[in-house]
């Protein structure tokens, strides 16, 4: 049998054809050359706006994970925070928020992560989350899996589990895919208007 791709884009894995996927790619606002030149920055402050496609957002997460007896959902700092609550209520979990350096007032545990101009840190604090605990994190988009693979390690730093990663938008090809110490990657969408810098 072959080995089970580590991304799994949402419409390769049931979701074929579904209505949804198109709603939401079509919410996302690309942004030219932000918040540098040749960058598309992909802005789901628009999917917000959108109250179905949010909401299709949300039922897509909550429907791939209410029977996995998951018991916590990290949210990356700050987009993460928009979808991981939502998603949390819903399938009876606890939400994880995991921060920039300096935000929270706890006793906190770090982990630093490489970026394509410096290095960053993600922190949480230290009683978030219990040992056999099962995790999913959750983010906005994936690009190197950098920061993902941060928010791994910390989990793991206190014995959870982390079950998936999941993120709304990802590259078709994500980079960086062994940077997420072999956790699969369950992402909804890919980016729009990358055809016209290439």
Known sequence: KEKERETMFAAENGLKGDPRLEA??????????????????????????DHKAFK??????????????ISVVAGVEARGFM?????????????????????????VISESYELEYGH?????HVD????LERVIIIDDLVA????????????ESQGAEVVEC???IGLPEVKGQHKLKGKPLYVLVEPSGLD???
């Open 83 to 107: 979808f991981g609550p939502s998603i949390a209520l819903a399938i009876g979990a606890k939400f994880v928020p995991l921060r920039k350096p300096g935000k929270l007032p706890g006793k």
């Open 144 to 155: 190197t899996g950098g920061t993902l693979s941060a928010a791994i390690s910390l989990m």
């Open 120 to 124: 960053d840190r993600l922190e949480m």
């Open 166 to 168: 999941a993120c709304v």
């Open 56 to 69: 299709h957002t949300i039922d897509i997460f909550v429907d791939r994970y209410k029977d996995m007896q």
């Open 196 to 198: 016209e810098f290439c």
């Open 128 to 131: 978030a989350v219990k040992p």
């Open 24 to 49: 939401i790619s079509a919410a996302i606002r690309v942004v030219p050359n932000f918040p540098k030149k040749g960058i598309m920055f992909q802005d789901i402050t628009t999917l917000l706006l």
